[in-house]
Every structure is written in structure tokens, then in C-alpha cells.
T-cell receptor, first 115, second 114 residues
């Protein structure tokens, strides 16, 4: 089966610092990767869609300068939370669309806590 | 616009009881996909089922079954003879295409007690 990994699985950082989260498709090429955010006891909300080699498309209300997404290869997308604040504390989940399967697979998520 | 409604926020049942989780969706697309995911306390999403809009056949997988009714725009999920390990948050989701981003419902938290 198709596997998507995320690193780190959890991270604690100080307010004002930047944090990078990696999303990798381990055994397939991902034409598209999606980033979702889930606040405690809430649903998953799509933040942005990234296609390999092009700029990410952000959902309304998501600050593109704060959440930098880079999709440099067909197996890696990164989400950088810049100048993190406590309200950015959340569970960030990526998913990758497999070119050959035409479906998407979710990573295990990254729990970010900003102190 | 697409919308998924899971009206049940929390459900608590005793082990071995049957439980049905409701999902109602809204979409203007003629082709769409419906999903159910399980999210245990660890947070990782576990894929349960995908169903496209042209396939209204109900599906059974072990203790799990799904009832898809386009007439009522519902895609309900039933767990038969529930077990403690079924305790989790269950999300219903909708997308225009199987490989596209998902619109999730708010989730139903299921607690199964011994």
C-alpha cells in the first residue's frame, strides 16, 4: 500500500520561532499534496493544496506568508510555520495524491505546540 | 459548495450494542465521492471506505456496514456488536474527485464502554 510519512510527529517550540514539517510519499510519486489543520476536538480543515513544481493554492483565511509550503519534488512537501504563536498550536496532517492510484493517502500527522 | 453534516457530536454505547453514525451531505456535483475515516486517540486517520456517487449499493465489511442513499443525501455508517476498540472519532467526508481535497464533517466521537 501507499505510505505517507510526516516528520516530526510532534514538536514544541517557543513563540516567534519557525517550524518546518515534512510530508513524504515513501513508495509512490505524489502529483499533489494537501495540508490540513485540526484544532482540538474539531474537524480537519484544508489549508492548502500544493502541486509539484508550482506555487501552493491556499484556502480562504489561511495566511500564505505565515504558512509557507514548498513542494520541491514528487515525494516531498514541506510546511513551514513562520513566527509561530500559541494560536498556531494544532495537529497538522498532510495527504498525498498518488498519480497511479488517483486517490490520496494521509500521513500520521504532526502535533505542534507553541509555548 | 460542498457540505457534510454529522449531527451526532458524541455517542456512548455499551459493548456489543449496534450503533449508527449519521452523515448527510450537500453537493451540486453529479459525480462525487464519499468517505469514512476513523481517528483513534493517536490522531492518525484510518481509511474505512470510499464510495462514488454512481454506486448506491450498500456495503458490509465485517462488523461495519454503510448505507448510501442519494434520495436523502445520506451515507450512514453502522457498527454491529460494538467493541471497546471501536472508540474513536469518526469522520465522514466528501470530494468532487477521489484524488481531490476532502471536505470533512465535524466528526462523531464514539465511546464504547465495557
Amino acid at each position: 500500500g501507499a505510505v505517507v510519512s510526516q516528520h516530526p510527529s510532534w514538536v514544541i517550540c517557543k513563540s516567534g520561532t519557525s517550524v518546518k514539517i515534512e510530508c513524504r510519499s515513501l513508495d509512490f510519486q505524489a502529483t499533489t499534496m494537501f495540508w490540513y489543520r485540526q484544532f482540538p476536538k474539531q474537524s480537519l480543515m484544508l489549508m492548502a493544496t500544493s502541486n509539484e513544481g508550482s506555487k501552493a493554492t491556499y484556502e480562504q483565511g489561511v495566511e500564505k506568508d505565515k504558512f509557507l509550503i514548498n513542494h520541491a519534488s514528487l515525494t516531498l512537501s514541506t510546511l513551514t510555520v513562520t513566527s509561530a504563536h500559541p494560536e498556531d498550536s494544532s495537529f497538522y496532517i498532510c495527504s498525498a495524491r498518488a498519480r497511479r492510484f488517483d486517490e490520496q493517502f494521509f500521513g500520521p500527522g504532526t502535533r505542534l505546540t507553541v509555548l | 459548495a460542498q457540505k457534510v453534516t454529522q449531527a451526532q457530536t458524541e455517542i456512548s454505547v455499551v459493548e456489543k450494542e449496534d450503533v449508527t453514525l449519521d452523515c448527510v451531505y450537500e453537493t451540486r456535483d453529479t459525480t462525487y465521492y464519499l468517505f469514512w475515516y476513523k481517528q483513534p486517540p493517536s490522531g492518525e486517520l484510518v481509511f474505512l471506505i470510499r464510495r462514488n456517487s454512481f454506486d448506491e449499493q450498500n456495503e458490509i465489511s465485517g462488523r461495519y456496514s454503510w448505507n448510501f442513499q442519494k434520495s436523502t443525501s445520506s451515507f450512514n455508517f453502522t457498527i454491529t456488536a460494538s467493541q471497546v476498540v471501536d472508540s474513536a472519532v469518526y469522520f465522514c467526508a466528501l470530494s468532487s474527485n477521489s484524488g481531490y481535497a476532502l471536505n470533512f464533517g465535524k466528526g462523531t466521537s464514539l465511546l464504547v464502554t465495557p
